[in-house]
Structures are given as structure tokens and as C-alpha cells.
């Protein structure tokens, strides 16, 4: 079992950066794929980013590609997510998830552990 906790949302300006954490509990974080996703209102959930169990292997989606880095510290058990840019249509409950294999993916069903989301506010 895995436990998420995500931190580092709030409210910024149009052009400014936050700096996401998860941090992740359990002695087998370095074995995890990880993921962030989010959701703003009214709408699906959708694929941010995702990296390898090393870190190595990474994936953005397009629309915050150039923009966003995600990043881990296995022997801090964190996942970050560094937004740069930011845009108000950034603005959404962002979610740290967790896969049990060590192949990145951007399926949000493809995750088994989430964390209870962060907001983040993008004004315009």
C-alpha cells in the first residue's frame, strides 16, 4: 500500500511558476512509476506528466510541454512537478498517482495509487 500526499498549490498569477510535491510513503517508492494529473471543473481528468522508476524516462502532455518538469528523490520517497508559465487554463485539482510497474504511461486507470489533489489557481 501506497500513500500520496500532495503540496505546493495555491494561487498565481498569469506567467508565474509553483513547484508541486507528493511525497510518498512506503519503503518501495523507488520501484513506483509516477504520474500527476488534473482536473478542472466540469471536465475529465487528464495526463500532466509522468516518470520512470530511475527518473530517466519521462512524458509530458503537449499541452504543457516546454513548461512543466517533473522530477523525483527516490531517497526522499517525492515526486515534483515544477510549472513554469503558467496559463489560467492551468487551473485545476492537480493528483499524484503511483504505478506498480516500472513502464511510464499516461492512463490515468493505469495508476493504483492517488493523493487527494491540490489546487492550483492560474489568474488571469
Known amino acids: 500500500q501506497v500513500q500520496l500526499v500532495e503540496s505546493g498549490g495555491g494561487l498565481v498569477q498569469a506567467g508565474g511558476s509553483l513547484r508541486l510535491s507528493c511525497a510518498a510513503s512506503?519503503?518501495?517508492?523507488?520501484?513506483?512509476?509516477m504520474g500527476w494529473f488534473r482536473q478542472a471543473p466540469g471536465k475529465e481528468r487528464e495526463f500532466v506528466a509522468t516518470?520512470?522508476?530511475?527518473?530517466?524516462?519521462?512524458a509530458y502532455a503537449d499541452s504543457v510541454k516546454g513548461r512543466f518538469t517533473i522530477s523525483r528523490d527516490n531517497a526522499k520517497n517525492t515526486v515534483y512537478l515544477q510549472m513554469n508559465s503558467l496559463k489560467p487554463e492551468d487551473t485545476a485539482v492537480y493528483y499524484c498517482?503511483?504505478?506498480?510497474?516500472?513502464?511510464?504511461?499516461?492512463?490515468?486507470?493505469?495508476?493504483?495509487?492517488w493523493g487527494q489533489g491540490t489546487q492550483v489557481t492560474v489568474s488571469s
Open positions: 498517482a503511483a504505478r506498480r510497474t516500472f513502464m511510464i504511461s499516461s492512463v490515468a486507470g493505469e495508476y493504483d495509487y
Open positions: 512506503g519503503r518501495t517508492f523507488g520501484s513506483y512509476t
Open positions: 516518470i520512470g522508476w530511475r527518473g530517466s524516462s519521462t
